[in-house]
Each structure stands twice: as structure tokens, then as C-alpha cells.
């Protein structure tokens, strides 16, 4: 205490600089938020801008490859030209359509897996629990391409999973698993499962036992207590996972370019190899803007249901 | 209700298994003394010995951990403050969208996020002439920006579960703004800047797609070497590669967490000591 009232004095004097005293009075909350508020509004916010203004130009065979239009007509002649290639082309709208089908279904296989595993933990005690949690956020610090990279071997022709199998008995010849939808499913759940378990976590854990006991105590089936407590009030939890999960695998690129096929390509790869493969500026800029736009429901979702979450804190 | 613990634990044991098996293959295969990567053919630890002699692999390692180094400071700096921002400048005006442009980093995915840094690049070359070309520098300019969403995020909610009653105390008592950042707010968010500096540093090391958008030929980082070479298929030097990174991250973030733990609970003791010093 008295250390304190020591430090103030000392500080109080030394407050002779006109910038010292502007620091002290507002300066300094200016500082804090100004500097990270600059940085994303150049290196966030603005780049959109650019995207867009690029989705509108024209490809050119020039460095940069566009042109930026100048007149309403070239304006409207580039719109058609770029998003058109996204409507008629089959490549862009089935690329859409199979990553948003893949992002779900892998989506709830990581909810199913995902919610017993995050209630698991939340119901263990002491250091149990904080071994669990480790070995969930572990995972989540080492090398995301590597642990694809995993599955390489297990997945192949005369991968571990395979060379089991066969030996086992159960299968007389190889499966084909790399090079499908199945792989990249696989891949998927295995990446993005603890970012569903985490924020399922933390809702899990602040739930009050109080409310189920309540219901167990007035004669509800530990079936029913689930289904007309716990699972309600995880919503927030359910969500804020899903979003997490469903939002970037629906962009991804590594794991359907490492493990899928290349018949029917996600939209991420799609994007990623308009730009260096066919350097087609303007359309790949289109191709990122409509993915942006599919994803704005669910981002919107995301952030209030995170908003919500911190509300309750 | 038995039945259910059975359920959970089954869910647990399959969940764990599905998250470590495949690593802990892939670590085994590294030792591996045949070239084939599904037949075992002995121990030896012939791969790590080849991957030390590899010019190429080294070079990007380094580039990798330099670019790793220089954006998780930085980032941890500007998070850091970003997240004091949220957490205790109150309301102010534009509140909402830099919430906004906190959170959306964390999910925004990877592509749209390369290409929109990409053509930002460009734009600024264009016009003002900087940055001049593509590179280290570009990739990790990158870096920073969705590290620090990271870091804010973790620091924002440090400082939510933390009451700021203390801080509340010393201004109270006559202590500057500055000083009770300095003296009172820093100390308690030291643990959440290292764990921020830490999964920046991972995830800068980690990223593929960002880094093939922003950087420029000439300079290939550690992931982009990698993915090169594994989508050739599986190769007993790339298992080393891979059981040695993760093998040290793991044992950086464990030794870490324990000492952030001992830390805290060192922390905790004195803050006894001294209230049982002033009753």
C-alpha cells in the first residue's frame, strides 16, 4: 500500500512535459488503441477494398494483371465477365456447393465427437481435467500441415490402415481411401475437432449443477435432463464450435489438395489456383468475394454468440 | 447414469486416440531404417542424420524461424494492446467494428486472407512504391496481422476474468494511468503475452497458404518446402522433419505451461503473504 502512494508521488512530480501530462490525461488510451486500430484498418480492412475493386477489372496481360476500369460500361462489361464465369462455369458453382456440403457434414461429425468429449472433461475433476484439457490444446500447437501429412501414411494404398486390415483379414484387397471425399472428411474432423471441443468446453464448464440436480431431484431421467437443460443451455457453446469449425473448413485448401480428389475441387483450391495457375487476377478476387459473401451469415453468427458469451462472463 | 460415464469415457478414449494415433505412426516411421515408409525395416536414425546434411530444408528452417521470431513480437506487442483496448478503454467511437476486425481474423478462411494481403501489397507497390517486391518482409507484415488478432483475443479475456478493482485502488490513490499500466496491469497479463507470443510464434511457423500468397520467389519458408514435398507422397525424411518439430514444440509448450503454472501459483503465495502482512 504505502509502496504504491510512493510510486504516485514520485510520478506526480516528474509530470513536467507538456507531452507527459497529454500522455497521462487521454494520450496514452490513444497510444493503446490507435496503433493496433491503424494496423488492421491498413492491413485488414483496407485490402477487402481492394479485392472488390479488383474483382471488377479486367484481366490484362500486364504487372499487375488488371486493369482498373474508368468508365461505367467497362464497369459493367467486367462485372458480367467475372461473376458470369462464376455462374456458368460448373468448375466455380460446384466448387461452392461441395465445400459447403463437405464443411457441414464435417462440421456435425465434429459436434457428434466433439460435445461427449468437451462433457467428459467438463464433468472430470481436479488434474484429470487439466491433463484432458492439455491433450486437446496440444494438437492445436504443432504443425497443422504435418498432422495432415499423418494421415498420408495411414490413408494410402499400402497405408498402415490397409496393411492392418489385410493382415486382420477383413479385406482381401486394398481400400481406396486417399484421393476421396472420404479422406478429406477425415482430415478435416481430425484438424478442426479441437476448435469445436475448446469453446463447447468452456460453456460445458460454467454450467450450473444446480440446475440439473434440480431436475434429477424432481424426478426427470438423467435422458431427459440432458435434452431440457444441459443441451439448451449449451447452445452458445454449440454454435460458437460449429462456427469455428464450418466457417475455414469451407475455404480450406491444404487438406482437400493433399488428401482429396481432383475431380471435383473445393472452392479454397479453386481460388488458389485461378490466381498462380491461370493468374487470372480479377476472377479469383470475384471467386473470394462471393465465398465472403457466403460466409457473412455465419461470421455474423459467430461474433454474437461470441459477444453473448463474453456478456456472461 | 453408469451407463452414461461408460459413454463418456468411450467417446474420450476414441476422440484422444483419433488426435495422437496418427502422429505418434508417423513419429514411429522416422526411425525407420527402410526407404520404404510402410515396411518396417529396423531402427536407425539414418533420416535425421540426411535431413542435417540437406542445405535446402536448413535454409528454410531458419528463414522460417526468423520470420516466426520477428512477427510473434510484434504481434504480441500490438495484441496486447489491442486487447487492453477491449478490455478496458470502455466504450468508445468505432468500438464495434474493431471488435470486429479482431475477431474476424480468428475464422476468416486462409485464401481470402492471402489473396487480400497479396493484392494490398501490390496496390501499395504500385502507388508509393513500398514494399519493393515480395518476400520476408511481406510474409511477415502477413503474420502479424493475424497473429495479433490471437494475442488480443487471449489478453482480452485474461483481463475480463481478472477484476480490475486493484487498478481501480492505485488510481485512487493517486497513481497515473501510466503507472498502474506499468505497475499493476502488466504483471498480470505477463502470462497471456507469453502464451500469445508462443501460439503467434506456432502459427507463423505453421502457415502455408498466407505465405505462398504474400511472399515472392526466391525465399521459401519451412511449410511451403514441406508441402512441396509431401504432395509427392510420404518420404522417411519429411517423417524426421515432421517428428522433430512437433517433438520440440511439444516440449517448448509443456515446459512453458509449467512454468506460466509455477509462475501463478508463486504469484498467488505472495498475494497471501501479504494480505495475512497487513491484517
Same mark, same amino acid.
Given at each position: 500500500?504505502?509502496?504504491?502512494?510512493?510510486?504516485?508521488?514520485?510520478?506526480?512530480?516528474?509530470?513536467?512535459?507538456?507531452?507527459?501530462?497529454?500522455?497521462?490525461?487521454?494520450?496514452?488510451?490513444?497510444?493503446?488503441?490507435?496503433?493496433?486500430?491503424?494496423?488492421?484498418?491498413?492491413?485488414?480492412?483496407?485490402?477487402?477494398?481492394?479485392?472488390?475493386?479488383?474483382?471488377?477489372?479486367?484481366?490484362?496481360?500486364?504487372?499487375?494483371?488488371?486493369?482498373?476500369?474508368?468508365?461505367?460500361?467497362?464497369?459493367?462489361?467486367?462485372?458480367?465477365?467475372?461473376?458470369?464465369?462464376?455462374?456458368?462455369?460448373?468448375?466455380?458453382?460446384?466448387?461452392?456447393?461441395?465445400?459447403?456440403?463437405?464443411?457441414?457434414?464435417?462440421?456435425?461429425?465434429?459436434?457428434?465427437?466433439?460435445?461427449?468429449?468437451?462433457?467428459?472433461?467438463?464433468?472430470?475433476?481436479?488434474?484429470?481435467?487439466?491433463?484432458?484439457?492439455?491433450?486437446?490444446?496440444?494438437?492445436?500447437?504443432?504443425?497443422?500441415?504435418?498432422?495432415?501429412?499423418?494421415?498420408?501414411?495411414?490413408?494410402?494404398?499400402?497405408?498402415?490402415?490397409?496393411?492392418?486390415?489385410?493382415?486382420?483379414?477383413?479385406?482381401?484387397?486394398?481400400?481406396?481411401?486417399?484421393?476421396?471425399?472420404?479422406?478429406?472428411?477425415?482430415?478435416?474432423?481430425?484438424?478442426?475437432?479441437?476448435?469445436?471441443?475448446?469453446?463447447?468446453?468452456?460453456?460445458?464448464?460454467?454450467?450450473?449443477?444446480?440446475?440439473?440436480?434440480?431436475?434429477?431431484?424432481?424426478?426427470?431421467?438423467?435422458?431427459?435432463?440432458?435434452?431440457?437443460?444441459?443441451?439448451?443451455?449449451?447452445?452458445?457453446?454449440?454454435?460458437?464450435?460449429?462456427?469455428?469449425?464450418?466457417?475455414?473448413?469451407?475455404?480450406?485448401?491444404?487438406?482437400?489438395?493433399?488428401?482429396?480428389?481432383?475431380?471435383?475441387?473445393?472452392?479454397?483450391?479453386?481460388?488458389?489456383?485461378?490466381?498462380?495457375?491461370?493468374?487470372?487476377?480479377?476472377?479469383?478476387?470475384?471467386?473470394?468475394?462471393?465465398?465472403?459473401?457466403?460466409?457473412?451469415?455465419?461470421?455474423?453468427?459467430?461474433?454474437?454468440?461470441?459477444?453473448?458469451?463474453?456478456?456472461?462472463? | 447414469?453408469?451407463?452414461?460415464?461408460?459413454?463418456?469415457?468411450?467417446?474420450?478414449?476414441?476422440?484422444?486416440?483419433?488426435?495422437?494415433?496418427?502422429?505418434?505412426?508417423?513419429?514411429?516411421?522416422?526411425?525407420?531404417?527402410?526407404?520404404?515408409?510402410?515396411?518396417?525395416?529396423?531402427?536407425?536414425?539414418?533420416?535425421?542424420?540426411?535431413?542435417?546434411?540437406?542445405?535446402?530444408?536448413?535454409?528454410?528452417?531458419?528463414?522460417?524461424?526468423?520470420?516466426?521470431?520477428?512477427?510473434?513480437?510484434?504481434?504480441?506487442?500490438?495484441?496486447?494492446?489491442?486487447?487492453?483496448?477491449?478490455?478496458?478503454?470502455?466504450?468508445?467511437?468505432?468500438?464495434?467494428?474493431?471488435?470486429?476486425?479482431?475477431?474476424?481474423?480468428?475464422?476468416?478462411?486462409?485464401?481470402?486472407?492471402?489473396?487480400?494481403?497479396?493484392?494490398?501489397?501490390?496496390?501499395?507497390?504500385?502507388?508509393?512504391?513500398?514494399?519493393?517486391?515480395?518476400?520476408?518482409?511481406?510474409?511477415?507484415?502477413?503474420?502479424?496481422?493475424?497473429?495479433?488478432?490471437?494475442?488480443?483475443?487471449?489478453?482480452?479475456?485474461?483481463?475480463?476474468?481478472?477484476?480490475?478493482?486493484?487498478?481501480?485502488?492505485?488510481?485512487?490513490?493517486?497513481?497515473?494511468?501510466?503507472?498502474?499500466?506499468?505497475?499493476?496491469?502488466?504483471?498480470?497479463?505477463?502470462?497471456?503475452?507469453?502464451?500469445?507470443?508462443?501460439?503467434?510464434?506456432?502459427?507463423?511457423?505453421?502457415?502455408?497458404?498466407?505465405?505462398?500468397?504474400?511472399?515472392? !520467389?526466391?525465399?521459401?519458408? +519451412?511449410?511451403? @518446402? *514441406?508441402?512441396?514435398? $509431401?504432395? #509427392? %507422397? /510420404?518420404? !522417411?525424411?519429411?517423417?524426421? +522433419?515432421?517428428? @522433430? *518439430?512437433?517433438?520440440? $514444440?511439444? #516440449? %517448448? /509448450?509443456?515446459?512453458?505451461?509449467?512454468?506460466?503454472?509455477?509462475?501463478?501459483?508463486?504469484?498467488?503465495?505472495?498475494?497471501?503473504?501479504?494480505?495475512?502482512?497487513?491484517?
Amino acid at each position: 500500500m504505502s509502496e504504491l502512494a510512493g510510486k504516485s508521488v514520485s510520478s506526480s512530480a516528474t509530470q513536467r512535459s507538456g507531452f507527459q501530462r497529454w500522455l497521462n490525461r487521454n494520450g496514452w488510451r490513444k497510444i493503446v488503441a490507435g496503433i493496433p486500430y491503424f494496423w488492421l484498418l491498413l492491413f485488414f480492412l483496407a485490402p477487402f477494398f481492394i479485392v472488390m475493386v479488383i474483382a471488377v477489372s479486367e484481366a490484362a496481360y500486364s504487372i499487375p494483371p488488371f486493369k482498373i476500369p474508368f468508365s461505367w460500361e467497362a464497369l459493367q462489361a467486367n462485372i458480367a465477365t467475372n461473376f458470369g464465369y462464376l455462374i456458368n462455369d460448373s468448375l466455380y458453382y460446384t466448387g461452392y456447393l461441395n465445400s459447403l456440403k463437405i464443411a457441414a457434414i464435417s462440421t456435425v461429425f465434429c459436434l457428434l465427437l466433439g460435445y461427449p468429449m468437451a462433457y467428459g472433461i467438463a464433468r472430470s475433476s481436479g488434474a484429470t481435467r487439466n491433463i484432458l484439457l492439455l491433450l486437446v490444446i496440444l494438437p492445436f500447437w504443432t504443425s497443422f500441415l504435418l498432422r495432415i501429412y499423418a494421415w498420408i501414411g495411414l490413408l494410402g494404398t499400402n497405408g498402415t490402415i490397409n496393411n492392418v486390415l489385410l493382415a486382420i483379414g477383413i479385406i482381401d484387397e486394398p481400400l481406396q481411401m486417399m484421393n476421396t471425399d472420404f479422406a478429406v472428411y477425415i482430415g478435416i474432423v481430425y484438424s478442426y475437432l479441437p476448435f469445436m471441443i475448446l469453446p463447447l468446453y468452456a460453456n460445458l464448464e460454467r454450467l450450473d449443477n444446480t440446475l440439473t440436480e434440480a431436475a434429477m431431484d424432481l424426478g426427470s431421467t438423467p435422458a431427459r435432463t440432458f435434452l431440457d437443460v444441459t443441451l439448451p443451455l449449451s447452445v452458445p457453446g454449440i454454435v460458437a464450435g460449429s462456427m469455428l469449425v464450418f466457417i475455414p473448413a469451407t475455404g480450406e485448401y491444404v487438406i482437400p489438395v493433399l488428401l482429396g480428389t481432383g475431380s471435383s475441387p473445393m472452392i479454397g483450391r479453386v481460388l488458389f489456383d485461378e490466381f498462380f495457375l491461370n493468374t487470372d487476377w480479377p476472377v479469383a478476387s470475384a471467386v473470394a468475394i462471393v465465398l465472403l459473401l457466403l460466409l457473412v451469415v455465419p461470421i455474423m453468427m459467430f461474433n454474437h454468440y461470441q459477444a453473448r458469451a463474453e456478456g456472461v462472463e | 447414469m453408469q451407463n452414461r460415464s461408460v459413454f463418456l469415457l468411450s467417446t474420450l478414449c476414441f476422440g484422444f486416440a483419433f488426435l495422437y494415433v496418427p502422429i505418434l505412426i508417423m513419429m514411429a516411421y522416422s526411425f525407420n531404417s527402410s526407404r520404404l515408409v510402410t515396411v518396417w525395416g529396423g531402427f536407425s536414425t539414418q533420416w535425421y542424420g540426411k535431413l542435417l546434411e540437406n542445405d535446402q530444408v536448413i535454409d528454410a528452417a531458419l528463414l522460417s524461424l526468423k520470420i516466426a521470431v520477428v512477427s510473434a513480437s510484434f504481434a504480441t506487442i500490438l495484441g496486447t494492446f489491442a486487447g487492453l483496448t477491449l478490455a478496458r478503454l470502455g466504450r468508445f467511437k468505432g468500438r464495434t467494428l474493431f471488435s470486429g476486425m479482431i475477431s474476424a481474423p480468428l475464422i476468416m478462411p486462409d485464401v481470402i486472407t492471402g489473396l487480400s494481403l497479396l493484392l494490398l501489397f501490390v496496390s501499395l507497390e504500385t502507388l508509393i512504391g513500398w514494399p519493393s517486391g515480395r518476400g520476408a518482409t511481406t510474409v511477415t507484415l502477413a503474420h502479424i496481422t493475424f497473429s495479433m488478432a490471437y494475442v488480443a483475443v487471449i489478453i482480452q479475456s485474461r483481463l475480463t476474468s481478472m477484476d480490475n478493482s486493484v487498478e481501480e485502488a492505485a488510481m485512487d490513490l493517486g497513481s497515473t494511468p501510466l503507472r498502474v499500466m506499468w505497475d499493476i496491469t502488466l504483471p498480470i497479463i505477463a502470462p497471456a503475452m507469453v502464451s500469445g507470443w508462443l501460439l503467434s510464434f506456432t502459427l507463423s511457423l505453421d502457415d502455408l497458404v498466407i505465405a505462398s500468397f504474400t511472399n515472392g !520467389p526466391g525465399s521459401t519458408t +519451412l511449410p511451403m @518446402l *514441406i508441402f512441396s514435398k $509431401v504432395k #509427392l %507422397g /510420404v518420404t !522417411p525424411d519429411i517423417n524426421a +522433419l515432421a517428428t @522433430l *518439430i512437433v517433438g520440440v $514444440v511439444t #516440449l %517448448g /509448450v509443456v515446459v512453458a505451461g509449467f512454468l506460466m503454472f509455477r509462475a501463478e501459483k508463486q504469484r498467488d503465495r505472495d498475494v497471501q503473504v501479504a494480505i495475512a502482512a497487513n491484517e
